[in-house]
């Protein structure tokens, strides 16, 4: 399932303003990461949005330069290691992964930090969704 279908692409207005007025977020350099679990009817666990900075980056070469490293190791990484990960349930999970840093990396750079993004993201719904965090 090394895909990154329309369905899975956060594009609806509406969900995108709900995700960054009530989502949390952290920040794991060179991403910043905002997520929200909703509970809607959706054929995948997680929607994605990918984006990277305007005002750092005025070259649209650049930006999407960055945004297609982003979308590839999303796409090649997603199954195992965070869709297999989030526990089964009605939820779905909105997630936009921001590239803040300050130069464009290679690849691999990529790779490792966006795995080091979903350890920590499955690290946080596990502790939002425990019940002592509901008291």
Do not use: W
Request: with cysteine; glycine share 2%.
């Amino acid at each position: 399932m090394n895909t990154l279908t329309k369905e899975e692409r956060l594009c609806s207005r509406k969900s995108i303003d709900l995700l960054f007025k009530n989502g949390s977020s952290f920040l794991l350099y060179p991403f910043r990461v905002s997520y929200l679990l909703i509970e809607t009817p959706h054929e995948f666990q997680v929607q994605v949005v990918i984006n990277a900075s305007k005002k750092r980056y005025k070259r649209a070469v650049d930006r999407n330069l960055i945004k297609r490293r982003t979308r590839e190791a999303y796409r090649l990484q997603k199954q195992a290691q965070l869709y297999d990960s989030i526990p089964k349930s009605d939820k779905l999970l909105l997630l936009s992964v921001q590239f803040v840093g300050k130069r464009i990396y290679d690849y691999a750079f990529f790779e490792k930090k966006l795995s080091g993004v979903f350890k920590k993201l499955l690290n946080n719904l596990t502790v939002d969704d425990s019940p002592s965090a509901n008291l």
